[in-house]
């Protein structure tokens, strides 16, 4: 073996190495960040966290039930929203979505995809907050599901496609009208599919704090009035994991890990549900 | 609404095709009517959306454009009491957190889908394409968290001390280091965005033809050398817009940047020193904003991060969709 073939395949090997090296060090992140969520917060999930609203900084103990409550009536509440427009735009792309109005819609839930949600929260505050002079759970709704829209219309459309072309004319010939083969035969094919882009669409949301922050706003007390201003697991993480206290920090990092967990629910359920119907989708 | 010019899908032309007679039986009748111009209208809604969105920035920032002109963008000066606005600190910290970001992520990211998509065993790349997607999937306000007591920390004792030894004299790493810092900020968003940037890419290398695989390894290349001269050239274009797409969602992300960052109003070259971005600027100072100029610039600086994400999120799909033409690839969130 020349000196020159040996050198060569030393590199193939090292770059491979190196390569490999680079996937460990991104897994590391992931393991290293959720480690410490549990390290960190799981001592302090007890009964009182979950059923306790915040007390008074300084004092010990309390909990984030508000913040937990909040954080699911703002979410559903902007999958209601958002889930019917996102669903049906995706329809509309995959079905009538080859003309110029078609690449519009397209391109422009692309562009709002990429779009910073603090950007979307000035949008809705704007919107909705500076008209009716207060904050408001429903505002934060609204600015989620603006976040949401682009992305669940995009793999809705994608799974929508996946569909094959077969099935489509099989219903026509049936005497299928259009719009029955593209609710019944269509869209339900490719339920499975659908689905897993709405539960990511939620999960992502879920986490978000950004566009919260001027239209939610937060809330100290308990609240299920979506006209008034309501508390989130995001919020109260980003108001303890900067306030001075150490309590405040231990509750931070418990309602984090909260937080993760319900992501992470929602991510994995998304998952599940691709695996456990015939793999339309990847 | 069904006078849209709009072509009707092809299993509808393959049905005409059928029955030249009687094309109008298909795709006419009320419920399909009906059908297509719900779907039109909710699809309508998002053009609306962006155009509403430009429409209340805009006149929100009026004041504070027809106020200081092109001065906002390039002057220092950030006094609410005395009414002067100028974006250049935050505009450069911005630009800077996510340049840093991507230093550190491109070569992580792209480590990731090559060794995912050309050398690892099946049976792992499920798994670890799963797992570093799910970096994706972490709150933004929980890297914050995590930013700020763990890597902080970790920062303060391993990294900083021996980068000095080495790098010291450099302009990039003067002045006592406290913890928050552009260093921080970039770390972070960098893990932040591997996620993005290596799934894009996976899914560009996946796209590459494997003739051009074959035809570099039966010319005797090794396994490294046909990636690297046939298969990366291939997806050039695809794993560049992949990297932009990074950078995008870098320059937009806001809470856990504000946390670490710093938000210090001023420009400086040192990594270790404190710094702003724009969308930290809107988090930290839009409920604060007192007087009706104040809020008009926070909302000239959400203009001008708007106008810029938009344009490097549209020069990414551009190049993305040259190589997987037309897919949604990196729409998704995971």
Known sequence: MSARRLRRRIVSGAMTAVVAVLSFVAVLALVLILGYLVAKGASSLDWSFFVKNPIPAGQSGGGVANAIVGTMIIVALAALIGLPIGIGTGLYLAEYGSGRL???VRFVADVLNGTPSIVVGIFAWTWLVR??????????SVALAVLMVPMIARTTEEMVRLVPHSLREAALALGYPRWRTSLRIIARTALAGILTGCLVGVARIAGETAPLLFTALGNLNFTTSILQPMQTLSLQIFTYGTGPFDEWHRLAWAAALVLMGLVLVLALAARWVVRSRHGAAR | MTTLPLGPPPATQAARAVIPGRPVLLGRNTGDRLYRAVLTGLALSLPLLLVALVVELGASAWPAIRRFGFRFVWTSVWDPVAGVFGAAPMIFGTIASSLLALLFAVPLALGVAIYLTEFSPKWLRQPVAFLVELLAAIPSVVYGVWGIYVLIPFLRSYVVPPLRAVLGWTPFLQGVFYGNSLLAGGVILAIMIVPYIAAVSREVLLAVPSSQREAALGMGATRWEAVWTAVVPYGRAGLIGAVILGLGRALGETMAVTMLIGNRHDIGVSVL??????????????????????????????????????????LARLMIWRVARGTAVGSRAL
């Open chain 2, 273 to 314: 020193q404190p710094a702003y971005t724009m969308a930290a600027a809107i988090a930290n100072e839009f409920s604060e904003a007192t007087t009706d100029l104040y809020l008009s610039a926070l909302f000239e600086v959400g203009l001008i991060l708007f106008v810029i994400t938009v344009a490097v999120n549209a």
């Open chain 1, 102 to 104: 078609g690449w519009t």
């Open chain 1, 131 to 140: 008209p009716m002079g207060h904050f408001s759970a429903l505002s934060g």
